[in-house]
């Protein structure tokens, strides 16, 4: 941009300190200035629109060039950075007048090529506009705005309540509260001021945001928002046992919340600074998936794993943050620093034994976990345009963790909990330290018109050591486990551009991974056995990835995309180590012991065809192909005397095909209508698949979603939202496994009107029906829900 | 290519066959004539819907550049420059306005944050246009809340291609799994013994925008572990993992759904993962 207004550290700058303005330092020839207007000026009908159409897009409120922020009279009067360049009541020697009359070379306002040069009349308008005092209307209609939006919501469910709150995000029974609000002013020195939120209660969902900001200056972000997750409390569902599916009886919800405060610095000229503190949280109970097995009384049949399962978290994190950022001879550096303090307890309790139809497990294990951490990272970034066509960029990370962390598990008996908890393996000191180093480098090209290039190299040198004092089976026990690794990612990306209407891209990515790990451990028991070991596992891990494809429009109603990707990740284990320190217990029990290396492919096709046929038709149509395999080759495999010899198979296999078409249509003015239908069909298979105890999981998922919305008259719309989805994962029972597959068909409507009262108020009625069906859960997570939805909009001006 | 090709396509669409009459194949002949037919001109409202600012009209990426520099000059390295088409004809539709609307009156006002001008970063609507099948995946019955307005896409992506603590492919420090670890402490956290498998990232499992399953699994049974920790068979009664017959363990549910290998992420005092 040829305008010295944007060079804020250059000549302005050395001028500005010498106090010689740019103005006055050459011979201006004042004879040329058109003479002022010979009328009253109005400021809103006759100088706003001159700086709308030419001022405001550089010197508004957003970043304003050379520190001119030209949108109240405070800032105009102050001037930017060489000084004031409005004189009230001498507009002949006003720079500002100077430079939008072009008499002032290289500080023509506006610039060539940002907007049109004022006309004579407009600069006789603005001397006569500052002659006359620089009269900023007091007229202007207030830029307070705020909102108030009052809303209401009662939901009745039939069924599985818990599902449905945890599906819907929504609480079933009456809620309500503040559905939104909102408050802005903007202040005559431009400090703007603005407040928003929610406070809905009954799903404990609340938010509010502060934000006072002052150009060139600083801010104030200042929030607190807080939403609740639900969670089903049953478990699976065996048909067989001919019970319904075990329920804990509880209300399961966690609370997830933070509270911010950022502090920014924007002078001009100087860094900008940002100083902030934020509270993260989690309390609350979570449905887990350990679901414990319930046992027949015939003694003979097998258990199925289906009791229900909770996990009570108290989570706690508090984050301070420093980020400097500053642009200095074209160089921009950025500094960054993230100190993070976690904890958290958590108790979760896990079936062992569970009579079937029993509603509480005959003995249970409770695995009780308290952690805490500090990690400091800290973040340095250097970036400059060495030339208009070379961007290079250069960072660091360090972060540092240091972790303490508890353990215990016990076994208990949940119908009698007078009895003592036989204890199992605990721990009170566990340390763990996890140090890390990050270099990248970073170059973007685009040597000729069209064609861009970018790569970067990052390396990422990671160690990590964990060791306890535990007692497993009642004995003392060291452990211990290191882990060493370093990572080089190299990425490049091409795009072409030149070709006509169309865009050739070429993405690849490379990582390299080295992996050294140390596990040990051993128990004072007197028994050296298979659960004393010491292991050391050096590991390769290489990954590639390449993508191209194309965008290309050739005609009014038609665009392509189509893309290609393969993903190749090849690891490799050499167990340099594996040792059992007992006397007869054969080697190779950790994982990956067994696993001499693996490797998966994946080839992923994307086609996206959009077409407009018709003016008031839209339609796109999509399809992807994910491909996957998985192979895995093994060591030999010693079990009591019995050698299996090592193998190289087709571990798993992953197929999925998605479609997607999406259409609009507006057959009338007034009415729109909207749909999106996805099939994924999808399949996985291992190579344990032998279609008796494991049968292959495949199926279908459906979805659809329509809306339409039809404007009554201008006060008056009706709108419709539809979804649906479905899934047919359902396993067949062989009798030995079993089936977790899922079946269901969800469907939600939501159907209502809103009308405007007034212009500045509007009240909205929505109805909605919810049916969710889960044939696989025996009905156990059915439910239908009917919802009622009131708002009342409120809105000034 | 050749194992891409022995997968096209064979899906089964019985129940809604009547609905899906486009298969690869004739949407790829369809690209195809398209291309050979190309024409001089293009609408470029054919590629996407862009949100409206009343009474503004497009400007193009380089007025936008003038102010937001800081997001332009990586631009060419991110992800969505893919779309990117340099000629005036596309900027309402591949440029910066294609995501936050015409900014014609944003300029006029002098900037200003949300002033006529859309801001994804709070309404996901804009991301939805082109991704659909994203907005599909968060419709279904275990979700992330986006659609509930209780997070954001760029909570986890970087649309401009230079955030350093999120992975977006361009040019900044992005590490795996990062912006997971910002919410899901508790999983990411180190471990004394670690599951081998978070080397390969959260996304292995987990299907991040909606999934059928909980704990939004993408898949549900024993075969979400299998597909790597599978070895040859050769007893048909047996299911050899390592150096245990899972076979009962199998019977009773998945590997962790049977109360055994609960500590799926890593344990602090269990090699095995039980706990």
Not at chain 1, 220 to 242: C, I, T
Not at chain 1, 691 to 698: D, E, M, N, Q, S
Not at chain 1, 700 to 717: D, E, P, R
Not at chain 2, 182 to 196: D, I, L, S
Request: aromatic content about 10%; hydrophobic content about 35%; some cysteine.
């Amino acid at each position: 941009m040829p305008t010295r207004f944007a060079y804020s550290l250059s000549l302005p700058s050395l001028l500005f300190a010498v106090g010689i303005q740019p103005a006055l330092a050459q011979n201006i020839d004042l004879s040329a200035l058109p003479s002022p207007a010979q009328r009253t000026i109005d400021f809103r009908a006759d100088v706003l629109p001159i700086f709308e159409g030419h001022c405001f897009q550089c010197h508004g409120d957003e970043r304003p060039k050379g520190s001119f922020n030209l949108r109240h009279r405070e800032t105009a009067l102050e001037g930017g950075d060489y000084g004031a360049d409005i004189l009230p009541g001498d507009s002949e020697n006003s720079p500002l007048i100077h430079y939008v009359a072009y008499l002032e070379e290289d500080m023509e306002m506006p610039p060539v090529g940002k907007a049109e040069r004022l006309t004579r009349e407009q600069v006789a308008t603005l001397r006569a506009w500052i002659d006359q005092g620089v009269v900023w209307s007091t007229d202007e209609p207030s830029s307070l705005t705020y909102h108030v939006e009052p809303a209401i919501s009662t939901v009745s469910v039939s069924g599985n309540e818990g599902v449905f709150r945890e599906q819907n995000w929504q609480n079933d029974g009456l809620t309500g509260g503040i559905g939104s609000f909102s408050l802005a002013d903007r202040m005559d020195d431009g400090t703007r001021v603005e407040v928003q939120g929610r406070s809905i209660f009954g799903t404990e969902d609340h938010e509010i945001q502060l934000t006072l900001e002052q150009p060139n200056l600083g801010f104030l972000h200042l929030g607190y928002d807080q939403f609740r997750r639900f969670y089903r409390d049953n478990g699976g569902y065996y048909a067989p046992f001919g019970q319904s599916t075990p329920s804990l009886g509880r209300d399961l919800y966690l609370d997830n919340g933070r509270t911010w405060i950022d502090l920014g610095l924007t002078l001009p000229k100087w860094p900008t600074i940002v100083l902030g503190y934020e509270h993260r949280y989690r309390e609350g109970n979570k449905s887990m998936l350990h679901w414990g097995p319930v046992f027949p009384a015939d003694p003979l049949a097998a258990g199925k794993g289906i009791f229900a399962s909770a996990k009570q978290i108290d989570e706690e994190t508090h984050i301070v943050k420093l980020d400097v950022n500053h642009t200095w001879k074209g160089w921009t550096l950025e500094e960054s620093f993230r100190g993070e303090f976690t904890e958290f307890d958590t108790s979760r309790v896990v079936a062992d034994f569970t009579p079937l139809g029993a509603r509480v497990a005959d003995t249970a294990s409770r695995i009780e976990e308290d952690y805490d951490h500090f990690q400091g990272a800290n973040v340095i970034r250097v970036e400059k345009k060495l030339k208009p066509w070379c961007l290079v960029s250069a960072g660091y990370l360090y972060s540092d963790l240091s972790a303490d962390a508890g353990f215990n598990l016990e076994t208990f008996l949940p119908s009698n909990l007078a009895t003592a908890p036989f204890q199992g393996d605990s721990s009170r000191s566990i340390i763990l330290d996890r140090d890390s180093h990050v270099l990248n480098v970073n170059t973007l090209l685009t040597p000729v018109s069209g064609l861009s290039f970018f790569g970067g190299i990052q390396n990422d040198w990671t160690s990590q050591a964990g060791v306890g004092d535990v007692f497993v089976f009642g004995s003392p026990t060291g452990l211990g486990a290191n882990l060493d690794q370093i990572t080089t990612e190299e990425n490049f990306g091409l795009r072409y551009t030149k070709i006509r209407n169309t865009v050739l891209y070429l993405d690849t990515k490379f990582q390299q991974r080295e992996i050294g790990q140390r596990e040990n451990q051993f128990i004072d028991d007197g028994f050296p056995d298979a659960t004393d070991f010491m292991r050391d596992t050096d590991a390769h891990m290489d990954h590639k990835e390449y993508r191209t494809g194309l965008t290309y429009s050739p005609w009014t109603w038609a665009s392509l995309d189509t893309s290609v990707r393969r993903r190749l990740r090849q690891n490799e284990y050499d167990h340099r180590r594996d040792t059992d320190l007992g006397t007869f217990a054969p080697p190779g029990n950790g994982f990956s012991a067994f696993v001499r290396s693996r490797a998966t492919e994946t080839d992923d096709l994307q086609i996206k065809l959009t077409l407009k046929p018709w003016s008031r038709v839209r339609t796109a149509l999509s399809y992807r192909l994910t491909a996957t395999d998985f192979t895995t080759a093994t060591d030999s495999v010693d079990v009591f005397g019995t050698v299996f010899p090592a193998s190289n198979l087709l571990s798993g296999n992953y197929d999925a095909h998605l479609y997607t078409v999406s259409t609009t249509y507006q057959p009338k003015q007034r009415l729109y209508l909207s749909g999106t239908a996805t099939l994924s069909d999808l399949r996985t298979t291992s190579g344990v698949t032998d279609g008796t105890l494991l049968v292959p999981y495949a199926g279908q998922v459906y979805t659809f979603l329509g809306t339409a919305t039809y404007l009554a008259s201008k006060t008056l719309s009706w709108d419709s939202t539809y979804s649906f989805s479905m899934a047919d994962f359902g396993q067949a029972d062989t009798g030995l496994n079993l089936p977790i597959g899922i079946d269901y068909d969800r469907h939600g409507i939501v159907t209502g009107i809103t009308k405007k009262l007034s212009p500045q108020s509007q009240l909205r009625l929505q109805y909605g029906f919810f049916r969710y069906d889960e044939p696989t859960a025996g009905g156990a997570n059915d439910y239908r829900a009917h919802g009622i939805f009131a708002s009342y909009r409120r809105s000034f001006p | 290519m050749k194992h891409l090709l022995k997968s096209i396509p064979v899906p089964s669409i019985e129940p809604f066959k009547q609905w899906l009459p486009f298969s690869c194949l004739s949407m790829a002949t369809i690209a195809v004539l398209l291309m050979l037919g190309s024409s001089c001109t293009t609408v470029p409202d054919a590629v996407v819907v862009p949100p409206q600012v009343e009474g503004a009209h497009f400007v193009g990426n380089q007025k936008c550049a003038d102010c937001h520099g800081e997001h332009t000059r990586h631009f060419a390295g991110s992800v969505h420059s893919r779309f990117f088409k340099e000629t005036s004809q596309f900027h309402e539709v591949s440029g910066c306005e294609s995501c936050h609307g015409p900014g014609s009156k944003h300029i006029v006002a002098g900037g200003g944050k949300g002033v006529f001008i859309h801001n994804p970063g709070r309404d996901p609507q804009p991301c939805l246009n082109c991704h659909q099948e994203k907005h599909a995946e968060f419709r279904l019955p275990q979700h992330h809340p986006v659609l509930e307005g209780q997070m954001n896409c760029v909570d986890c992506h970087d649309p401009h291609g230079r955030e350093i603590f999120k992975q977006s492919g361009g040019l900044g420090l992005a590490r795996q799994d990062q912006q997971c670890a910002q919410c899901h402490r508790e999983q990411t956290r180190p471990f004394v013994f670690v599951h081998e498998g978070m080397q390969d990232g959260c996304t292995t499992c987990h299907q991040p925008h909606g999934s059928i399953h909980e704990k939004m699994l993408t898949q549900r049974d024993a075969h979400l572990c299998l597909r790597c920790h599978s070895q040859m068979q050769f007893d048909p009664n047996q299911v050899l993992v390592g150096k245990v017959d899972h076979s009962t363990f199998l019977a009773m549910g998945t590997c962790w759904t049977a109360g055994c290998h609960t500590a799926v992420h890593g344990s602090m005092v269990n090699p095995r993962l039980l706990y």
